[in-house]
């Protein structure tokens, strides 16, 4: 609770205690999640997704400087920075890149960087990134940049978290990749093609064109009870966000300014047409299967005794029972 | 039933069949792997890993071929290939890659490829994996290929459904990448450089053969509960298996009979030291984890009523209540 004030009056470092405390889901970062949550829900929350070797993360430091340092006349906002690693389990990998991207916008109090590493299950990061996520909306940040490296179901799934969500590609990544846009152009509210200097950048964008052209109309991923469902983005006043295509060089940090803009064009498109609402609807509701998921697992484990688990094992392994009767057998579920 | 009887005639039809309902989980799916689970247990699982560009699908081709066209003195061996694609939520991009590589192997009834797209959750993807792996085996297929497409935690998951884990690495694919291995590294049970013709091989080489030095003892990833626990891989004998790290080319199948000598080595490994029963035990008991989560959920779900569940989220949204909160009143566990 203490924790959870210092917080909100904007200390350092107890917000990155509580991050800490939140992301090890201990008791004290569950109080504080809960002390924070009713200030939480007021950052504009932007994933940022895509394949390995496209600048993501040089694009995310550029978008936090050009925050910072707004062009005259507008206000800098204050940032954070989320950079989700799956791949990354046990190694300390996430926190090198960290220690590279500190260098770049160190000393800046209105910047946050933060780092997390995979804790195993795809539930438990999506968990902990909802919570760091939520602590840095209550601490009043006002720009919330979700990184996720990777290009894989956790990474649909937490780009799903976002308001808005950036899908990154570059010219010259091979045809997997071109495979895996399929997948994520479909969850994308703005595309990215970085390294616009690079050879092949015009069939690229010309290839994401004519995908956007199939997709369309373009629908949105969310999780739902644990399944994805697509709803069409078509506003409740009946405007539709085809999503633009914009070339930056994050190098050089051209394209920036524009990507910045329709950044801001999107949010203001949601705020105006209700889906700003339904996003976090969905957001919330996505929170807690997940939670709810975690609380049933625990729940369950502590009232089953572990000899008659072990001993299902033993059966299974002998395979005179199939997982399917050991289930039945595990969780007899009696609807009265 | 009758399914399950013309898979183990092996009617190939029928296989195609019984693997749809076990994909799509159905009842008769369901029925179809209670009544194949204990004829299954022989083959050799070999998991497929690595970042796209890496060239893993023209190598999971060249073994199938080679298992097929041995050497003078072997045996052809039965194979069967498992395509996991979590990359690809929405659309048909599986099912083209598919065809692609039927052309390849078509005609020989040895060989047996199916691709999986995402089901829109890690779960989902992982249980139906499980389930089409027991139907392969059970039909008698001696080798089980099973190669997943992307870098994220999806693929370590499904990587530890295999005996033996072959992590796919292939030069001058950029920063990224680099920060990935450190994590798949750990899975590794035999380390493949494919594009060996490519510039850079030796670069790639020694930087794995760094990382393996530091990561060694080798460990071997599984999931237990959710949670990743880490067991060296030394055989109960004490022999420790060290990762080899092999060449390949596999657009003109060189290093492909090492590769498949490596894999076979594995397997020699682990039969003698008891590495092979000890993955069978953890194999099926996260097998068993996954299957039983989803029980818990579908089992909650037919329990609380709609409306309880939906005014919750309410004061979810105007953030009366925080997500942990909701889920300590959705699911009051009571140990009695």
């Known amino acids: 609770m203490e924790l959870a004030q210092a917080v909100l009056a904007g200390e350092r470092l107890a917000l990155s205690r509580t991050l800490t405390q939140v992301e090890n889901d201990t008791p004290e970062g569950r109080s504080a999640l809960n002390a924070l949550f009713p200030h939480a829900g007021h950052a ?35 940032v954070a920075v989320v950079a989700v690693d799956p791949t990354s389990p046990f190694s300390g990998g996430a926190l090198l890149g960290d220690r590279i991207r500190m260098r770049d916008l160190a000393g800046d109090p209105g910047v946050f960087i933060r780092s997390m590493a995979s804790r195993g299950s795809l539930g438990g990061i999506a968990s902990a990134t909802a919570g760091v996520v939520q602590v840095f909306d ?8 979700i990184e996720t490296v990777g290009v894989g179901q956790a990474e649909v799934d937490i780009a799903s978290l976002a308001h808005t969500t950036l899908v990154v590609e570059a010219p010259g990544l091979g045809d997997d990749i071109q495979a895996i846009k399929a997948g994520i152009l479909e969850i ?17 964008e010309r290839a994401l064109r004519s995908m956007l052209e199939l997709a369309h109309p373009v629908a949105h991923t969310i999780v739902h009870h644990g399944r994805l469902e697509i709803s069409a983005s078509t506003a409740t006043d009946g405007t539709l966000w085809i999503p633009p295509i914009q070339r930056t060089i994050a190098t050089d940090g051209q394209g920036i300014e524009e990507l910045a803009d329709a950044i801001a064009r999107h949010r203001t498109h949601l705020l105006d047409g209700g889906g700003w609402q339904r996003i976090e609807r969905i957001r919330l509701q996505s929170e807690l299967d997940i939670l709810l998921q975690e609380a049933l697992i625990t729940c369950w484990r502590s009232k089953v005794p572990e000899d008659i688990y072990l001993e299902t094992i033993d059966q299974l392994i002998e395979r005179r029972i199939s997982p399917h009767q050991a289930v039945e057998k595990l969780v007899p579920c009696n609807n009265q």
Chains 1, 2 share one sequence.
């Open 188 to 204: 994308a509210d703005v595309l990215v093609v970085n390294k616009a200097d690079h050879p092949g950048v015009d069939s690229t």
């Open 138 to 145: 209550a601490a009043g940040f006002d720009i919330i940049l």
């Open 44 to 78: 504009h929350l932007v994933g940022v997704t895509g394949a390995p070797g496209t600048g993501k993360s040089s694009l995310v430091n550029q978008l936090a400087r050009y925050y910072r340092q707004p062009p005259a006349g507008e206000k800098p906002k204050r």
